[in-house]
């Protein structure tokens, strides 16, 4: 029983995080929610017996690719840039279409899918999963270590600006003063010498 | 033992969720967190068969879309600063060059 | 179900209780250390009024915090200002669970006794979960203060820790690619009894020893300096740059807790340090028998160990200035990097020639 409760907390936990990234104003908000959605998406993970990816998840997404996120907003000092109002009829048609398409996907999942229970305990530890990626899976394996270095160039060419390569140092000395304060008007920052 | 198709119903709200963040937000930062909550979603749902039917190609797919998640982010953020950079905001609307 | 098992969950209790209050003595301790050695370094007395040697000066500081007014900044966003505390001292509390900080003994009754909160099999993907959380505490803090020196430290904290954690996790990958395990318990297992190197001295098979892992133990090492923000890495604070970082706008307890999870922090990864590569509980040129008394001498050796790493922390503080921030991030980059990566193939080439 204690596992019907684990999940129904932290299934409520993913939604109304999940939903706060979609209505609050704030990044900063939106992301750190998006972090509390994800650890309860690996608690998930945990439930169906695959504790690796669980901690993998919280490794990766939580980690790393929402710290970047956070980097990027307070870098950019987008706290403080009011976001146009989407218009209204956008916004009807908006939550209206995604919410036909929601409750579409749940009532054809419950009506189509799958009901039995699994049999049996399901192994996904890191051995079982490395052999089988490293038999079967080798030649995608290598295909996305070769889209995560061209990513890594992409991501330096673009945020690299004329004359600046990679990432501009943050000194306080040149940057402080740039940096706008919670109160100032100026969003702007120079990060680049 | 909790049934597969409550995780089913989960991803789908999640999906919905950032569906509705994707159409309805203009924060391109946001958009972004929203598509990331899609991929999510459809994460759950490749472990959740995983589990039913005892492969582990769910699992190891996950790995993959995590891999590629994370390019994405690297990608997707430098775009936003450059656009920044430009721009000064990084409200989708006004990334409108393009546009015709 | 069936019935509790009531001798595990009081041996649990147990276990918690003791590492629990271990942990949280050390942030008194550490301080006290801390000042003193300083004092020592820089050819002062440092505190000496309270308590034998300034022993008390620790629980006096802790008195004031308790009853200094707690602060709200008039613009910060109340929420975030007061769970980023806790935040911190989480990932400092709960990544301790999987370190084993003894030798297993079987008790009276036949029970095997594991010195260990969880042994789990991914304990080391575990800790590097929990560990990456850390890093939301403080850019908390710096974002929800409205400060532009709290929101400084913020991002240098964010593009620090995630430039660190790459070059932490791979030289851990070099040890456990060496123990064939994620389990701590496996790696310090396998890093009891000795060896001769070149057929001259007779060494303990610690990793540390090891020459496919010595690299990896400097990168790791550094690497922890950088992920629990230690002086040469203390860009989040840095306190000639940003006034005090990301605890600028902090006071009384939620200041504390900081100030705690920073101890508690180095606490843990020295703990870590040792548990990879130190040999964790093994007590050099020596087995220890399997009952309590190898069960004790084995838990003197894992604290002894981890205050030598904790004092060389406070050393390395007092003597070593800070770095600048673009030779922080080449540093980690540029050499960090490159050196886990080489070491993660000496390593697998040892193994696959078979000395290791």
Redesign the interface.
């Known amino acids: 029983m204690i596992?019907?409760a684990v999940?129904f907390f932290f299934?409520a936990i993913?939604?109304i995080f999940?939903?706060t990234?979609?209505l609050h104003r704030n990044?900063?908000?939106?992301?750190?929610s998006?972090?509390a959605?994800?650890f309860a998406?690996?608690v998930?993970?945990v439930?169906?017996?695959?504790?690796?990816?669980?901690?993998?998840?919280?490794?990766?997404?939580?980690?790393?690719?929402m710290?970047?996120?956070?980097?990027?907003?307070?870098?950019?000092?987008?706290?403080h840039?009011e976001?146009?109002r989407?218009r209204p009829v956008?916004?009807f048609?908006?939550?209206t279409?995604?919410?036909a398409?929601?409750l579409a996907?749940?009532y054809y999942?419950?009506k189509f899918?799958?009901?039995q229970?699994?049999d049996?305990p399901?192994v996904?530890?890191?051995r079982?999963?490395g052999i089988?990626?490293f038999e079967?899976?080798i030649f995608?394996f290598e295909m996305?270590s070769i889209?995560?270095l061209?990513?890594?160039v992409?991501?330096?060419?673009?945020?690299a600006?004329t004359g600046a390569t990679g990432?501009a140092?943050?000194?306080?000395?040149t940057?402080?003063e740039n940096?706008?304060?919670?109160?100032d008007a100026a969003?702007?920052i120079e990060v680049a010498p | 033992m909790i049934p597969t198709h409550w995780f089913l119903i989960l991803s789908a709200i999640l999906f919905t969720i950032g569906v509705c963040g994707v159409l309805t937000r203009k924060n391109g930062i946001t958009i972004f967190m929203c598509i990331e909550l899609m991929v999510n979603a459809v994460n759950l749902t490749f472990v959740a068969y995983a589990r039913q039917f005892h492969q582990l190609h769910g699992l190891i797919f996950v790995f993959f879309v995590m891999a590629i998640a994370a390019a994405e982010a690297a990608v997707g953020l430098a775009i936003f600063i450059s656009l920044f950079h430009h721009r000064h905001t990084i409200d989708v609307d006004e990334a409108n060059l393009m546009r015709w | 179900m069936h019935g509790i098992d009531w001798v595990d969950v009081g041996l649990s209790v147990l276990k918690i209780a003791i590492v629990l209050g271990a942990m949280l003595n050390v942030t008194p301790i550490m301080v006290w250390v801390e000042r003193r050695g300083s004092a020592l370094i820089q050819d002062r007395p440092g505190p000496n009024r309270v308590g034998p040697f300034g022993l008390f000066q620790s629980f006096a500081d802790a008195f004031k915090f308790i009853l200094k007014e707690d602060m709200l900044p008039a613009k910060a966003n109340k929420i975030l200002y007061t769970i980023a505390p806790m935040f911190g001292l989480i990932p400092a509390l709960t990544t301790i669970a999987v370190v084993p900080w003894g030798r297993p003994f079987t008790l009276p009754g036949g029970r095997l006794f594991e010195p260990i909160i969880a042994n789990v099999n991914i304990g080391i993907l575990l800790i590097f979960a929990l560990a990456s959380m850390g890093v939301y505490g403080i850019v908390m803090a710096g974002w929800a203060s409205a400060n532009k020196y709290s929101l400084f430290g913020g991002i240098r904290a964010s593009a620090q820790m995630i430039s660190y954690e790459l070059s932490l996790t791979l030289a851990a990958v070099s040890v456990l690619l060496a123990a064939g395990s994620l389990s701590l318990t496996d790696v310090v297992w396998r890093q009891t009894g000795s060896f001769v190197l070149f057929n001259v001295i007779k060494l303990p098979a610690w990793n540390i020893f090891s020459p496919a892992m010595w690299m990896a133990f400097i990168v790791f090492f550094v690497s922890g300096f950088a992920e629990t923000n230690r002086m040469p890495f203390d860009f989040a604070e840095a306190d000639a740059e940003l006034v005090a970082g990301y605890h600028t706008e902090y006071s009384s307890m939620k200041f504390a807790l900081f100030f705690m999870s920073e101890y508690m922090a180095m606490a843990t990864m020295s703990a870590l340090v040792t548990t990879l590569f130190l040999g964790g509980w093994d007590i050099p040129w020596y087995t220890e028998p399997a009952t309590w008394v190898g069960f004790a001498l084995s838990v003197l050796s894992f604290v002894t160990k981890v205050s030598i790493i904790l004092f060389i922390f406070v050393w390395v503080r007092w003597t070593i200035p800070r770095l600048k921030y673009d030779l922080l991030m080449k540093l980690g980059w540029k050499v960090f990097l490159p050196m886990a990566v080489v070491n993660i193939v000496i390593v697998a080439l040892f193994i696959a020639r078979g000395w290791l």
Do not use: K, W
């Open positions: 596992t019907f999940f299934a993913a939604v999940a939903a990234v979609v990044p900063v908000v939106g992301a750190l998006l972090v959605s994800f998406l690996a998930m993970y439930l169906l017996e695959a504790p690796f990816l669980a901690a993998l998840q919280v490794i990766v997404y939580a980690g790393a690719i710290v970047l996120f956070l980097f990027v907003i307070m870098l950019l000092n987008l706290q840039q976001e146009p989407t956008q916004q048609l908006g939550y279409s995604s919410a398409f929601g996907l749940i999942l419950a899918g799958v009901t229970l699994p049996g399901f996904s530890d890191a079982t999963v089988r990626m079967a899976y995608p996305v889209l995560l061209a990513a890594i992409g991501a330096l060419l673009l945020s600006r990432v140092p943050l000194s306080a000395g940057t402080t940096l706008a304060a919670p109160h969003p702007r």
